[in-house]
């Protein structure tokens, strides 16, 4: 009697301790790899931060093949981690099951909607930042014309497209954007020759500021940017310091941010969905001493102010994906 | 008294390649600060350790099965089949169409005209290289890995354009039908009272697969177009003074062995992700090759070969899941396996034969 008392209460103890131990966040990055220079690996840059600030411990671990999507969720949920994090897209059918599956265990996935309820889907107001970056483009550019160079045509990328034309044209109305595509399929993110030919053919057409949502194809548009002496604009994370005295600016998506979030809030993780947009720092234009030159007093003005005007909802930026038009096109 | 028996020529010599291999990957786990001995037990204990984890492992073997039966055939003709990649892939497109566009009752019916689907998409992709070869002289090699580049960039338009969900980010194809969804070992053991981990993918394929080396085995050794396969591939001149067609030849190995590529989709495309997505191959094609090469070109090394690849797979996806190893010293691993076991071959080899000789003397003597 007292041997199974001590045991159960050893066992009792044991449980306990090792739930605490283990209640720490997980992240998964897609098969890019955690080092990618660009989305999972400003995840893997939240991640991170939030470890130093708060000194405690998470786990990651890294994609070899799809069918390891659906078993290190399940691996992580069963260990007991708590809240999983998804960085991409790709993971929302190996989520749609394994979140049924563990209802006490919370899950937030990046880029995408999954609709369950232990599950948080943090998107991002891309539209706000490119809207912004639009009103630097219009600023910086002395005549009517700039252009966009996207990556693979999917409605992602036309969400980024439509909210730079909207804001370049609140500004220059009778202007036009340029919106040239690099292809249709997912070799078109790492295209960098052909981003620079884009980029040479829209100046030709008289574009003086070129904004790239291309993934690696936008680093050749970068490049040949500078090269042509023209304006550039970068995505996703800060690229000002790519080519300095080019960059005019970046549109910034704060995937770090989402990362952040998700951990701090832990086991209590906020389900839903979680839209990151100007208002909460979830994307913005990347100010720092790389471009500092190529910012006037009155396109910084004209910024805060569209900032501003956002966040109080007094503009409301389209959302291309909300009926795949865009009114500025 | 030359030759080593046959029993250490099969079984002793890759026994120690896998051992060197596991010793030298025992000193790179040490180099980066980590135990090798927690490091193998939790490859082991990952791979076979719970019905879970031998779920996975079975399911990476079902593929390395099929492409490594794909690169063998190919291999008994003298061709060496690099394409079973882009083979693998049009296979999945193969499957996939026939999955999405009839509505299955049952999976009895849809499996056998899925594998057909497979097949002849695998076969086709192979055919045009065959044909390339054996009339132009192409060389197999070249033309083979070129066609992986065009089958992937063929998959990718196709998929876009007109299997992709509308609206949706990923290209993929929607979910098959109910009708087409294979048994998984859980529910093939669940009535026989065997308790199966139900989340592990290892499906029917697995025992489609161990039924396809068995009839590899008659196909080469016990039928006169396996012969001929043989013949050619041990002396072109020879089988053509024999009277064996060489063009035939060339374009049938090809055929059967994109046929057995394409079968790989039943178990990736249709029992694993129910739907076609990009790159759903993902590297199996050339794992075969290391495959065939480890297994002699033989069904029964083929299949163990393709166990212990299995085993890698899973149990390196453990390793890094577990003990933080980067995937990247998990695929260094892999690759001592392959270079120890393909490559050093006669570094244990000679030794190992020397030995054999010294001892017969001693016997004799």
């Known amino acids: 009697m007292t041997l199974t008392k001590t045991l159960l209460g050893a066992v009792a103890a044991l449980a306990l301790t090792s739930g605490a131990a283990l209640a720490d966040p997980a992240i998964i990055f897609d098969l890019g790899g955690k080092f990618d220079k660009s989305f999972n690996e400003a995840a893997f840059n939240g991640a991170e931060r939030w470890a130093k600030e708060t000194g405690g411990t998470y786990r990651d671990v890294e994609l070899q093949s799809d069918a390891q999507r659906e078993q290190y969720l399940r691996n992580f949920a069963e260990k007991g981690f708590n809240p999983i994090v998804m960085a991409g897209f790709s993971f929302a059918t190996a989520l749609e099951t394994v979140a049924a599956d563990f209802p006490d265990t919370k899950f937030a996935i990046i880029d995408m909607v999954v609709d369950a309820p232990n599950v948080r889907s943090v998107v991002f107001n891309e539209q706000e930042g490119s809207y912004l970056a639009g009103i630097a483009a219009a600023y910086a550019a002395k005549g009517d014309t700039v252009s966009f160079v996207g990556g693979m045509d999917i409605p992602l990328i036309s969400k980024f497209a439509c909210g730079y034309a909207e804001g370049f044209k609140s500004v220059k109305p009778e202007g036009k954007v340029i919106v040239n595509m690099t292809g249709t399929t997912p070799a078109a993110w790492n295209d960098p020759v052909k981003g620079g030919e884009l980029t040479r053919a829209q100046k030709s057409a008289g574009s003086e500021v070129v904004f790239a949502a291309a993934g690696g194809t936008g680093l050749g548009v970068l490049q040949t940017a500078a090269d042509e002496g023209m304006l550039s604009i970068g995505v996703d994370s800060n690229q000002n310091y790519l080519q300095p005295g080019s960059v005019l600016t970046s549109m910034v998506k704060r995937v770090d941010n989402a990362v952040y979030d998700a951990f701090t809030q832990g086991e209590t993780l906020e389900t839903g969905i979680n839209v990151m947009g100007l208002s909460n720092d979830g994307v913005g234009v990347a100010m720092d001493e790389y471009n500092a030159a190529l910012i006037t007093p009155e396109m910084k003005a004209a910024i805060d102010d569209a900032t501003a005007k956002i966040i109080a909802g007094e503009i409301v930026v389209h959302d291309y994906m909300s009926d795949e038009s865009c009114p500025a096109f | ?365």
Not at chain 2, 94 to 109: D, E, K, T
Not at chain 2, 237 to 260: E, F, Q
């Open chain 2, 1 to 365: 008294m030359t030759k080593m028996p046959k029993w250490a020529d099969a079984v002793l010599i890759p026994l120690i390649s896998i051992f060197l291999a596991f010793l030298l990957s025992g000193l790179v786990i040490m180099a980066i600060g980590k135990d090798p001995v927690v490091a193998i037990k939790t490859m082991v204990q990952g791979a076979f350790g719970s019905s879970n984890g031998i779920g996975y492992t079975l399911y990476y073997t079902t593929n390395f099965i099929f492409t490594g039966l794909s690169v063998a055939v190919a291999y008994h003709a003298r061709l060496f089949n690099i394409g079973s990649e882009g083979q693998a892939a049009l296979g999945g497109l193969g499957v996939a169409l026939v999955c999405l566009y009839v509505p299955w009752p049952h999976w009895a019916i849809a499996l056998p005209a899925a594998m057909i689907g497979g097949a002849l998409f695998g076969a086709a992709w192979a055919f045009i290289p065959a044909y390339l070869q054996a009339k132009r002289g192409s060389h197999i090699v070249i033309t083979t890995i070129m066609f992986n580049f065009i089958g992937s960039a063929l998959i990718g338009y196709i998929l876009l354009n007109y299997l992709k969900v509308p609206g949706s980010m990923s290209t993929e194809s929607t979910r098959f039908g109910a009708g087409a969804h294979l048994p998984t070992f859980h529910e093939m053991l669940a009535p026989l009272g065997i308790e199966f981990n139900k989340n592990a993918p290892v499906n029917v394929s697995f025992l489609i697969a161990l039924l396809a080396a068995v009839g590899f085995y008659f196909l080469i050794w016990r039928t006169r177009l396996g012969y001929e396969i043989r013949a050619y591939g041990q002396s072109e001149t020879a089988a053509k003074y024999a009277g064996i067609n060489p063009v035939r030849i060339v374009v049938i190995a090809m055929l059967i062995s994109g046929a057995l590529s394409g079968l790989m989709a039943i178990n990736n495309v249709m029992g694993e992700a129910e739907r076609l997505i990009d790159n759903a191959v993902e590297g199996a094609g050339f794992i075969g090759i290391a495959v065939a090469l480890m297994g002699r070109n033989h069904p029964i090394g083929i299949v163990l070969a393709a166990l212990l690849f299995g085993f890698l797979y899973q149990g390196g996806g453990e390793l890094s899941f577990w003990e933080s190893i980067p995937r990247e010293l998990v695929v260094v691993i892999q690759a001592l396996v392959i270079m120890f076991t393909g490559a050093l071959d006669n570094m244990v080899r000679a030794p190992l034969e020397k030995l054999f000789i010294a001892l017969n003397k001693k016997k004799e003597a």
